[in-house]
């Protein structure tokens, strides 16, 4: 079945620097793979995705990559910023069925 | 649009209490998804619609979880009785039923159970 594994559950960074998390999934019929932030007390809410016929993706300090022979994909975020500290969740999308990593607490500290 | 809406936004009841939670999807989505959040477990999907027909409902705990989805705009998950380790957020959230397009979560339901 599907399974995301996500990496670290906890990372926290100086402001300025860059930030990296990584999933793996299982399922190689996956051809879906959104990002979502957390804020403490809110709801999820998508900050990129990308497609299995796509290997980056980048929207201003945010960029995805993804390796779909070794199934893995990554969130990159550069010049952290305080207000990037949330929780962040890697999903992975098998028909129409869209199932999340463990989430990543990610700490800027300024 | 108002997004999805969920109701209620906090619910406290007792243990062997019944408990329904509601959602309302985004108009024209024709995909609902329910999470269940705890800090051990994360974001657990419990069942999903497409159309208003379950589809997947494997990540549903016990028989004492249900869910309905009488018509395109109305969804509820019950929970009966309920017990203090049902104690969680519940998300709904929606999508149009294709692949690759965005989830919108609604803000969520947070239940504890005494």
């Known amino acids: 079945g599907e399974n995301v594994e996500q990496h670290p559950s906890t990372l926290s960074v100086q402001e300025g620097d860059s930030a990296v998390i990584k999933c793996t999934y299982s399922?190689?019929?996956?051809?879906?793979f959104p990002w979502y932030k957390q804020e403490l007390g809110k709801r999820p809410q998508l900050i990129i995705d990308i497609r299995s016929n796509v290997g980056e993706k980048k929207d201003q300090r945010i960029a995805v990559t993804l390796n779909k022979t070794a199934k893995h994909f990554s969130l990159h975020i550069t010049e952290t910023q305080p207000e990037d500290s949330a929780v962040y969740f890697c999903a992975e999308q098998y028909g129409n069925k869209l199932v999340f990593g463990a989430g990543t607490i990610l700490r800027v500290k300024s | 649009d108002a997004g999805v809406i969920q109701s209620p936004r906090h619910e406290v009841t007792e243990m062997g209490q019944e408990v329904t939670l509601r959602c309302k999807p985004i108009?024209?989505?024709?995909?609902l998804f329910w999470y269940r959040q705890t800090m051990m477990r994360g974001l657990e999907l419990l069942i999903y619609f497409n159309n208003n027909v379950p589809i997947d409902d494997s990540g549903m705990p016990e028989d004492r979880f249900s869910a309905k989805m009488p018509n395109a705009s109305f969804s509820t998950l019950k929970i009966q009785p309920s017990e203090p380790r049902d104690s969680a957020v519940y998300f709904c959230?929606?999508?149009?039923?294709?692949?690759?397009?965005?989830?919108?979560f609604g803000q969520g339901t947070r239940l504890t159970v005494v």
């Open positions: 399922d190689s019929a996956s051809n879906y």
């Open positions: 959230a929606s999508s149009i039923q294709s692949l690759n397009t965005e989830a919108f």
């Open positions: 108009s024209g989505h024709n995909s």
